[in-house]
């Protein structure tokens, strides 16, 4: 089982920067790829990133170039670097992990203002 908690959400003017974490925790050994999410009002969950253990990255085509993925798998901790933020990127965002099951945190809103 993988517990994972995100944080460092928040409410950003258009153009500024988030960072997010995501911290897991229990049998985090067995994770093979991990990354974000986001589901803005009235529309479906969709895919923003991911990093597997090799450090191989995939990004969503309209976010790549101000998102960056990373891991520190020593800390256990995924991180989400958002820079030139636009109000569309208001959504909650969400962390995920696969082992030979699929984890997902509680979410933490991001909020970009015009």
């Known amino acids: 089982q993988v517990l994972l908690v995100e944080s460092g959400g928040g409410w950003v003017q258009a153009g500024g920067s988030l960072s997010l974490s995501c911290a897991a925790s229990g049998s985090t050994s067995r994770i093979n790829v991990m990354g974000w999410y986001r589901q803005a009002p009235g529309k479906q969950r969709e895919f923003v990133a991911r990093?597997?253990?090799?450090?191989?990255?995939n990004y969503a085509d309209s976010l790549r170039g101000r998102f960056t993925i990373s891991r520190d798998n020593a800390k256990n901790l995924l991180l989400l670097q958002m820079n030139s933020l636009k109000p569309e990127d208001t959504a909650v965002y969400y962390c995920?992990?696969?082992?030979?099951?699929?984890?997902w945190g509680q979410g933490t809103q991001v909020t970009v203002s015009s």
């Open positions: 995920n992990a696969w082992d030979s099951h699929e984890y």
């Open positions: 990093i597997n253990n090799s450090g191989s990255t």
